[in-house]
């Protein structure tokens, strides 16, 4: 009898430490394709960008994608993951530091809504489409000069733009005397 009870003693110690090690307040579903993100408590002495390395592992039916997470700040780490298939995603962060190594838990992901295509990839060498199948048809502009225009012509040409669905804005500053005045 003594010898049955020193394993369940470990065990009840086991699960405690395991449920200890989860991420309080992370979300437990996400939508496929959605956005899954949970905060972590970490080092902030130092320096964190350059000194502490942190991702997880997300695991399901023998697939595994490993996401490098980043540092926010103070000792704020965040994982986000968006994951590629319906189902239970089962995840254990890995680090340099202990206090951020080690830690799991899962996440389900089921159906996306609506408005939700997944992520854009190539289709036949020249198109993009979302990973659902719907084309995708991106959209720019370029705006030549665009520190040298007038604030309300900024923001003019911004509402224009969103109007319009430009989804892309690259702004091209030229700067120096010649260049400036041949755009002006």
Known sequence: MKRLRRPIVLFGFAVAAAAARAVPGAPSTVERWGMWEASFQGPSNGNP??????????????????????????????????????????YRTRSNRPELDGIGGTLTAGPPSPSIHGPVE???????????????????????????????????????????????????????????RFFQ
């Open 49 to 90: 960008y350059a000194e502490v390395a942190f991702s997880a592992v997300f695991q399901q039916n023998g697939r595994a994608i490993e996401v490098p997470g980043f540092w926010d700040g103070g000792g704020v780490y965040w994982l986000r993951f968006s994951p590629p298939s319906e189902g239970i995603w089962r």
């Open 122 to 180: 190539v289709f036949d060498t020249f198109h993009f489409r979302y990973a659902d199948g719907t084309p995708h048809h991106s959209f720019g502009t370029t705006c030549y000069a665009w520190i040298h225009q007038p604030e309300e012509l900024q923001a003019a040409t911004l509402r224009t733009l969103a109007a319009k669905l430009v989804g892309l804005k690259r702004r091209l500053p030229i700067i120096g005397n010649r260049r400036t």
